[in-house]
Nanobody, 118 residues
Framework: QVQLVESGGDLVQAGGSLRLSCAAS????????MGWYRQAPGKKRELVAE???????HYEDSAKGRFTISRDNAENTVYLQMNSLKPEDTAVYYC????????????WGQGTQVTVSS
């Protein structure tokens, strides 16, 4: 059973930075993509950024220019460096891992709270 464990969430002032970590129980090479999603109170869970097995990142508009996703295959960990944080970034951030073959399977972590004060 795949386990994803997030850490790094905290309370930070607007303009500050945080680095989220997602540690996988097994080799992240087995996943076709890994990503970070977030869910604010009363809102749907949304994609923030994802990174392919080959290390190609994709960012949603809300994250472009401020967030950086990276992966360390040796440590089986994916990171999300978040800079210039805004109050609207406040949410629970979830780590996601996907496999595509033979069909799509999603794995989720338990989430880590990020709160940005104004």
């Amino acid at each position: 059973q795949v386990q994803l464990v997030e850490s790094g969430g905290d309370l930070v002032q607007a303009g500050g930075s945080l680095r989220l970590s997602c540690a996988a129980s097994g080799s992240i090479d087995s996943f076709d993509a890994m990503g970070w999603y977030r869910q604010a109170p009363g809102k749907k869970r949304e994609l923030v950024a994802e990174i392919s097995k080959n290390g190609i990142p994709h960012y949603e508009d809300s994250a472009k220019g401020r967030f950086t996703i990276s992966r360390d295959n040796a440590e089986n960990t994916v990171y999300l460096q978040m800079n210039s944080l805004k109050p609207e970034d406040t949410a629970v951030y979830y780590c996601n891992a996907e496999t595509y073959n033979p069909y799509v399977i999603d794995y989720w972590g338990q989430g880590t709270q990020v709160t940005v004060s104004s």
